[in-house]
């Protein structure tokens, strides 16, 4: 059985989506992995922007011959630094049902996608291509938005609900925290000071510590007066922490990260890569 790690990376060959390649370069070295680009074609987007080209033949020649480019670029640096191979794959229709139904048929084991900003996709967390893959998939997913580059991560922060699913999550984030020899902080952002907090804070570490075996995880407990999403911001700001992780399957505390109701920026879900671990 292939047991090859696979990463699998959405292009539209917009700036974004070029930035997602490199991320998806470089995580596919440290994981050995087949990395594939894809690209689904719109017809209707491209008939509107070239009517006389009816059979669609020229924008097929273009999208094959960027994809073969970026292809080429990525394989000439990636194979020699641990990529395991490179290929490219052309769909039509949706980008959204294709790619969760490409990534599905591949057995992918990881997403990345580009976005303007995850503080746009948080405002349009219905409505964007990138949030509804994060929303409809089965598959983890990487978030990188637009301007941020590629620089292997110093802190990882996971947010935590303690939930029973957090022990093989962590287990996830330590395998990826050790390429990079990353501190994890694993942060649970309380609106309360209860003390009920605090014992069942100790009570997951207790439950949690075995199934690690790395030294530099930090269990954190944090209260927040106002809006948690606001004290996860406050926290990850303060930790200088470099990709946010969470687990999708907290449906409650995601929408809460990402509520529209938000009247505050947070910039730091401009700025940095987010994780949502999906698959166990």
Not at 102 to 111: M, N, P, R, V
Not at 161 to 188: G, T
Request: hydrophobic share 40%.
């Amino acid at each position: 059985m292939d047991q090859t790690f696979k990463i699998l990376c959405p292009t539209d060959f917009s700036e974004c989506s070029l930035n997602a390649i490199e991320y998806a370069t470089r995580l596919g070295e440290k994981y050995k992995a087949d990395l594939v680009l894809f690209h689904v074609l719109n017809r209707e987007d491209y008939e509107k922007l070239s009517p006389s080209d009816t059979d669609g033949k020229h924008q097929m020649d273009f999208v094959l011959e960027k994809l073969q480019n970026l292809q080429n670029a990525v394989t000439k640096e990636g194979l020699e630094n641990g990529l395991q191979s490179c290929t490219s794959i052309v769909r039509e229709g949706s980008i959204v049902k294709e790619t969760l139904a490409f990534a599905s048929e591949l057995y992918a084991d990881l997403i990345v996608v580009g976005t303007e900003g995850v503080n746009d996709f948080r405002e349009n967390m219905i409505g964007s291509r990138a949030s509804r893959i994060v929303e409809q998939s089965s598959t983890d997913i990487l978030v990188v938005p637009r301007k941020v580059y590629f620089k292997a991560p110093r802190k990882l922060v996971y947010a935590s609900d303690y939930l029973e699913e957090d022990k093989i999550a962590i287990q996830k984030i330590v395998e990826f925290a050790k390429f990079y020899d990353s501190e994890i902080d694993l942060v649970h952002i309380s609106s309360t000071h209860k003390a009920l907090d605090k014992s069942l804070h100790m009570t997951m570490v207790e439950e949690i510590e075995p199934f690690i075996k790395y030294d530099k995880v930090n269990f954190v407990l944090k209260s927040f007066r106002d809006d948690i999403a606001l004290g996860l911001e406050n926290y990850l700001q303060t930790a200088k922490g470099d990709i946010l992780v969470t687990l999708s399957e907290k449906k409650s505390f995601f929408d809460q990260i990402f509520s529209k109701s938000l009247s505050k920026k947070m910039a730091y879900f401009i700025n940095k890569p987010l994780w949502v671990i999906k698959s166990f």
